[in-house]
């Protein structure tokens, strides 16, 4: 009779053991089970998280004596006083701004400057703030790489409703606001002249139409040319001709958004050594600490996890050796015949082994279904339990508390007075998890309760097979 067909007996005949055997292995089996599944689930909810949240990093041009492309040159105004122009001969290129947007993990690329233009034919609406005279058909002018990536479009503070944006191969376009649009009578296709401040003039195609889904806090002082229904955005190419000075001729800030945050220091590495990237004429700054302050509870959760995890393994390894011990040696009687009959030390340990994996494989498969019914609840324990820790930390709150402020005033892209709809109510993000045992979950307890049995099975039996039939003989005498 072979050592299986043995293992089937024993455990069909040895009820008693085979139930209180089966109960602790379902428990063991519980435990590990909804380890396995809420740590899935904390992985999963910190991906979402990073998905959700993104992060973002800003490469500005620098402006200190740090950069040596920096230009000062001597500029006298109209009044007759004398100030300077100060300038950087390496800016980011359309052709660079795309080199990064490609870089796997970008989302959003928003390449964008901002200047002041006349518009001798639109009619502005007035702001609240008296302008002097020569300002009166200038609005903030806003010559961007592509619209649709512009943080004003991508938060949803202006909605693009007629015509298309604008790309980087764009030259002579335009996109203004609808209100301001009606306000002038004007549409998609009809022409804007332009003039910069130094005479220089360009004609605009108005290929777009946006409206603005936020307006300005009521009673907020505001110049005409901040208004955002007065804002104008325009293609950079067109910038550059206007102004056609050395001190426009790229981007001197681009802010790019990216999927994941932990990606953050690969994609900067890679912006680095771009062709063409001149690291001592920029500075690079990320905007990660929304993500890193929200994140900090699931990270928490997920070691209290691996802790909960490795306890349970070692738990389980430590009273499943103790029982089988015990067992073990009421069995003493039974392995020294086993063994006077010639049948190998292997043989019985494989047969000890069979018998509590028979009783595995049934507990192991019911588990399935009560780790469904507490690896929720255990879940929910320990989130609560660290964000009760995070509230009982008054530093932690107050810093979360500048991360918002700071993610929503990234969120307005600068504008100032606008306000944002619900911002007054806006609370740190709740962190849910939504905690399922799967079929991947039972294959992985299927291998870590394996190696638990198959530990605690030779530590049990090493008290008995390390002696000789004789001497197991000797004893039971």
Not at 34 to 46: M, N
Not at 56 to 77: A, I, M, Q, R
Not at 312 to 319: E, F, G, M, R
Request: contains cysteine.
């Amino acid at each position: 009779m072979n050592f299986l067909k043995r293992a089937m007996l024993y455990v069909t005949r040895k009820k008693g053991k085979s139930i209180v055997l089966f109960c602790i292995l379902l428990i063991m089996a519980t435990f590990v089970l909804s380890g396995l599944s809420i740590g899935k689930a904390t992985k999963q909810a910190q991906q979402n998280l990073r998905q959700s949240l993104g992060g973002s990093f800003h490469v500005w041009t620098d402006y200190t004596d740090n950069n040596p492309y920096l230009h000062k040159e001597s500029d006298e105004d109209e009044s007759g006083g004398t100030g300077y122009i100060m300038y950087s001969t390496e800016q980011l290129s359309s052709d660079m701004v795309k080199n990064i947007r490609d870089i796997a993990g970008v989302k959003y690329c928003d390449a964008f400057d901002e200047t002041l233009l006349d518009f001798e034919q639109l009619s502005f609406f007035k702001g609240t703030i008296p302008l002097e005279e020569e300002l009166g058909n200038s609005t903030t002018t806003v010559s961007l790489w592509r619209s649709e990536e512009h943080n004003l479009f991508t938060n949803g503070v202006v909605k693009l409703t007629e015509g298309r944006h604008i790309t980087e191969k764009d030259t002579g376009k335009a996109i203004i606001c609808k209100d301001l649009a009606d306000k002038n009578g004007l549409g998609i296709g009809d022409m804007l002249k332009t003039r910069s401040m130094d005479g220089r003039s360009m004609t605009l195609e108005i290929v777009g139409l946006f409206t603005a889904m936020e307006t300005e806090k009521i009673g907020k002082n505001i110049e005409g040319y901040n208004k955002i229904q007065n804002r104008v955005f325009i293609d950079i190419a067109s910038a550059i001709l206007i102004e056609n000075t050395p001190a426009v001729q790229g981007f001197s800030e681009v802010s790019i958004t990216i999927n994941d945050p932990e990606e953050m220091d690969e994609i900067i590495e890679k912006v680095k050594k771009m062709p063409g990237f001149k690291e001592d004429g920029f500075t690079i700054d990320t905007d990660n600490e929304t993500y890193e302050n929200t994140a900090s509870s699931l990270e928490s959760m997920d070691k209290l996890v691996i802790g909960l995890l490795i306890a349970a393994i070692l738990v389980s390894v430590v009273i499943l050796s103790l029982i089988l011990t015990l067992w073990g040696k009421s069995r003493v009687r039974e392995t020294g015949v086993f063994l006077s009959l010639g049948i190998k030390k292997t043989d019985i340990i494989g047969q000890y082994l069979t018998e509590v994996l028979l009783i595995a494989i049934i507990a192991f498969g019911i588990s399935f279904f009560t780790s469904n019914m507490v690896s929720n609840r255990i879940a929910d324990v320990l989130l609560q339990q660290d964000i009760q820790n995070k509230i009982e930390e008054p530093n932690d709150v107050q810093q979360d508390d500048i991360a918002i402020e700071s993610f929503e005033s990234t969120a307005l892209g600068g504008v100032d007075n606008i306000e944002l709809s619900g911002a007054e109510n806006t609370d740190y993000l709740e962190t849910d998890i939504e905690v399922s045992v799967s079929i991947e979950n039972l294959l992985q307890l299927y291998l870590v309760g394996f190696v638990i049995i198959i530990v605690s099975v030779m530590i049990s039996s090493i008290a008995v097979m390390r002696l000789k039939p004789r001497e197991i003989l000797s004893r039971m005498s």
